[in-house]
């Protein structure tokens, strides 16, 4: 029956994670986003937040049958004007669903699908959008059974994933085909169109999967930038506690303490090669740290965002009232992530700078390019073209997408964020940067085994003997796209280091 509540679902979690994500529309984290996108835990809707839920539905409903409500008793966007008659109420939903599930490009990665419906789920938990109940127990079923709808990449500019929540909404309704296993039809009530699609949950699944790769990268880039200090024969003075103390950037302190736990510097360390080291080294926590700071920000943003009752109009359970206002706007997500990867530029930058410093003999003692066989050999000198080739993708990925507008809908709708297009920039920036990053990682690997260098008894000659034992040393020219590939696989590793 339309105003039934189906059943909970009674289905064991799928995937290695195996502790469900409870949710209430509250405490979700981006982490658990993460664990349901790509390690398949399952979720467990609250009751309470299913009665509230619901409770939201019936306010929306009742107010509806009082005055206009946007995209329940009207149409939307520059048709906000326009009274649905009443012999068309019954159908309205599925014809606001049908007319803007019109995405185009490639189908949406499984992940990303995957983060959408838990984050869209949390959301309509908030109680905020006045859908029915039963959309809910649709989005934990197709969790559960890990069913998918078939969801196209373009057509969203940051005021919210019209098309692609759409065309997930269409799926569960049953007018759209599912990529893999799919449920039974789920009836969708005149109101839940917009109600439904009323969210950023797909831009915000992208933007928290860009996130958590981000991390891992900035945490191993400590691990690799002390590998490249030890065969760099660095100086321990940029990293000193006082000096950091007297200028105290979060994100630089945090930096400079890691390089020393990695290092296990002391307050004596032995002094370096160089009075002062090239940037690459001298002035890392200076630049890395400013996107460690960026990547915190950002989880603040994404953390309040998918914890969200963003829904226009809002269904306030508490006053009983309906209000509109212009909560889909994702400026501080879109300028987050513009921010983001200004700061990890920088960051690669430097790392590209290191590389550089490693092939040169006049820092390394060593042979020109780590070369090791016959004069004019060329050993990894390719590598520094690789980067900068990866660098190159990320500057143009850093571009800020904040600085375009839209104006659509006859007018109506002035203004835009673009933050889809910012989290897509940030995916794009991150995979460039794990390549800039293995380049670095190769080099400094390679010049420690050349070197012979006593290492110090700290966590970097763990880190050292992870890579030498995954990345094979070839002594003469040889091509190096294997351990470019075997290197990004050990940066996973140290992200855990």
């Known amino acids: 029956m339309t105003g039934s509540t189906p059943s909970r679902p009674n289905n064991t979690p799928l995937g290695l994670d195996s502790t469900p994500i409870r949710i ?18 399952t979720v467990d809707l609250d009751d309470e937040a299913l009665k509230r839920a619901g409770r939201a539905y019936e306010i929306a409903r009742d107010s509806g049958a009082k005055r206009a409500v946007y995209g329940r ?17 019954d159908q309205h939903g599925l014809r606001l669903l049908r007319s803007h ?28 959008s006045g859908v029915h109940p039963r959309l809910l127990r649709a989005l934990e079923s197709a969790l559960h059974e890990d069913a998918l709808p078939s969801v196209h990449a373009r057509g969203a500019i940051g005021t919210g994933d019209l098309t692609a929540l759409a065309e997930i909404a269409l799926t569960l309704a049953g007018e759209r085909p599912w990529s893999g296993k799919g449920l039974d039809p789920v009836p969708v009530s005149p109101g839940d169109a917009l109600a439904f699609i009323s969210s950023n949950a797909v831009t915000l699944a992208e933007s928290v999967l860009a996130w ?19 065969a760099l024969g660095g100086s321990p003075e940029a ?20 390089m020393r736990r990695l290092l296990r510097l002391d307050d004596d360390p032995p002094a370096g090669r160089r009075l002062q080291d090239p940037f690459g080294l001298r002035a890392f926590p200076q630049v890395h740290g400013p996107a460690l700071d960026a990547g915190d920000a950002l989880e603040r943003i994404l953390a309040i965002d998918i914890n969200a009752a963003a829904e226009n109009p809002l269904i ?51 042979p020109p390019f780590l070369a090791a066989g016959p004069a004019g050999s060329s050993g990894i ?8 080739d990866a660098l190159g993708q990320l500057r143009h990925a850093a571009a800020p997408v904040t600085l375009g507008t839209a104006v659509i809908s006859r007018g109506l709708e002035d203004h835009a964020s673009f933050s ?61 796209s294997e351990e470019i590939e075997r290197a990004e696989a050990v940066i996973e590793e140290f992200a855990d280091r």
């Open 24 to 41: 209430t529309g509250t405490n979700l984290r981006c982490a658990d986003v993460v664990r349901a996108a790509r390690r398949g835990a």
């Open 381 to 388: 000198m390719i590598l520094e073209y690789v980067a900068h």
């Open 239 to 258: 990293f000193s506690e006082v000096v950091h103390a007297a200028r105290p950037h979060h994100g630089s302190l945090h930096c400079a303490a890691e």
């Open 73 to 89: 008793t009207t149409g939307v966007g520059a048709n906000r004007h326009a009274v649905v008659t009443p012999d068309a109420v």
């Open 316 to 366: 306030d359970i508490n006053g009983e009232q309906v209000y509109h206002h212009g909560q889909f706007s994702t400026a501080y997500l879109a300028l987050a992530l513009d921010g983001l990867r200004a700061a990890l530029h920088h960051a690669a930058e430097l790392s590209a700078a290191r590389l550089s410093d490693l092939v040169e003999p006049d820092l390394t003692g060593l």
């Open 420 to 480: 889809t297009q910012a989290a897509r920039s940030t995916a794009s920036a991150v995979s460039a940067y794990r390549t800039v990053l293995a380049c670095e990682l190769i080099g400094a690997v390679r010049a420690l085994r050349m070197s012979g260098a006593d290492l110090p008894p700290a966590p970097v000659t763990d880190a050292f003997a992870v890579a030498a034992e995954r990345l094979p040393y070839v002594a003469e020219d040889h091509p190096l």
């Open 101 to 128: 599930a019109g995405g185009s490009g490639v189908p949406l990665p499984d992940d990303v699908v995957r983060g959408a419906l838990v984050i869209r789920l949390n959301q309509l938990a908030a109680a905020g």
């Open 212 to 230: 958590h790769e981000l991390r891992r990268l900035l945490r191993a880039s400590h691990v690799i930038t002390a590998l490249s200090y030890c």
